[in-house]
């Protein structure tokens, strides 16, 4: 099976602009989760989504928002960015079986805000 | 759990030799656990898991080791191989239907050859 992919792997963005990143689960899977992973504060998690619907959220701003489709892509949004918001933006799906919590985890897009 | 203003641990181990990295978890009613490999410019690799009715699980050259009194986790790694230089994070996560996971601050393991 093809891994999660992530689109697109990198991204430069100024101050106040929003972005939009998308990812690809693993075929079958039907949980897509987001995290934020910077130097200072590690990996944090954003939210989850499964069947479309937003089942958790961390604690983010409202700045940041996601959605998923009914074919499990996934994609979230950062709107007025400001400067912290450089990181690197993980994705990761489970097949969200009963017994299933093994999470994997896409190569990330790199945002960098200037 | 997570840190403000991270410091990373590091571990330097000779090639051949076996690693142990530890973890402490911060919930308590947290009941499965993960090993994430992360390498420069890659996201996190699943290593193993393990569950809180278990303190012991191995796999292919690694080991992970669960002590829920002091909330501790550990990962053994066997013959450790250049390969194996990377950062190293264990996960938590609450059972039921929500797949959220909280991340330690990460060890960043070196072998020396």
Redesign the interface.
Known sequence: KAGVTQTPRYLIKTRGQQVTLSCSPISGHRSVSWYQQTPGQGLQFLFEYFSETQRNKGNFPGRFSGRQFSNSRSEMNVSTLELGDSALYLCASSENSGSSYEQYFGPGTRLTVT | G?????HLPTLSVQEGDNSIINCAYSNSASD?F?W?KQES??????II?IRSNMDKRQGQRVTVLLNKTVKHLSLQIAATQPGDSAVY?C?E?M?G??????????TQLTVLP
């Open positions: 997570e840190s403000v203003g991270l499965y993960i994430y410019g890659k996201g996190p690799q699943f898991d994070f996960a996560n059972s239907s929500a797949r959220q996971l909280t991340f330690g601050s990460g």
